[in-house]
């Protein structure tokens, strides 16, 4: 066991055949290229037998001596019957990965610590199919976000020249863009015996958003716009941006604040619309310095929930960072622009 020291607090011990193993698998996976699509061939398919397999190939061995040793002519004929049932899984087995093509669709932009899936399609040009194919990450305890996490198999069968789609699913650590994980690819069929797997970089990445705060304050209060005006009217309970009124007959549905509706009545009573004439004299600035005095990743965490959040309402707000600032729009793209500006940054 090899003793390594980390700062002061404690000792950890690493066991050197593994230590040697990680090293060698991340130099053979750094030779691999970045693809997104990938044929398999005899170059790239490996082939090892597994612990049932290598438990028969002991009995097989205790047969054949047990025959030679007592001129058994139905020990030699059950071992060599068994010998060949294993040969010919063999190559049952590497043939059902030899040939098949994958693509990959590389996922949208997820948010950090949520669960990011990608689909992978399997095709078959023979005219057989193939059986239990399954797909993981390679190693999942580098991409997941806590310890002790397990691998998990997205399995199925890929028809006669047809195709199937599987979905492989890993928890990006942290925000920012990142390439998709190392991928594995494995049957056992038909018998167990052996092992065929295949290893795949992907060459897709996947955009990660920092994580919204669960339950951030009410969005900061609007600035007057060059020219100047009055100070911005906020609504008594929620807090949001923009001055409100009473609904008014001909009002467009658009205006109209849902999350009050619920307290009008069957008169319309209580319905409340946005001032829009109020909040074209003043701008939502959702700014870096107005987010809180935690660290940066907190802010970066509060900017998120209050982009969604104002988003949600359909307002016009703008994102001052430290380095650039977006000005105020409104929309799908606006959004996108600046979660991804506060996934970069």
Sequence with gaps: MR?????????VW???????????QKWWQSKLPFTDHVTLTQRNVYILPTRPGLMLGVTLLTLLVASINYQLNLGYLLTFLLAGSAL????VCHGTLRGLAMNLVAPPAQHAGATAAFDVKLTNTR???RYGIGLSVLNPQDVAAKKGSETHWAWTDVPAQGSSTVQVAFTPPRRGLHRLPTLTAETRFPLGTFRVWTVWRPAAQILVYP???PHPPPLPPGEPRSGGAAAVARTQDSGEFDGVRSYRRGDPMKLVVWKKAAKAD????GLVVRDTQQAQRHELWLDFMQAG?????????RLCAWVLM????GLDYGLRLPALEVKPSSGEAHRRQCLETLALC
């Design 88 to 91: 010919v899984g063999m190559h």
């Design 310 to 313: 104002a988003d949600r309402l």
């Design 211 to 213: 994580a919204p705060e």
């Design 266 to 269: 069957e008169q319309g009573n």
């Design 3 to 11: 003793k390594a020291s980390i700062g002061s607090a404690r000792t």
């Design 14 to 24: 690493v066991n050197p055949l593994a230590f040697i193993r990680g090293r060698f």
């Design 127 to 129: 005219r057989t199919a």
């Design 293 to 301: 005095t935690a660290d940066t990743e907190h802010k970066l965490s």
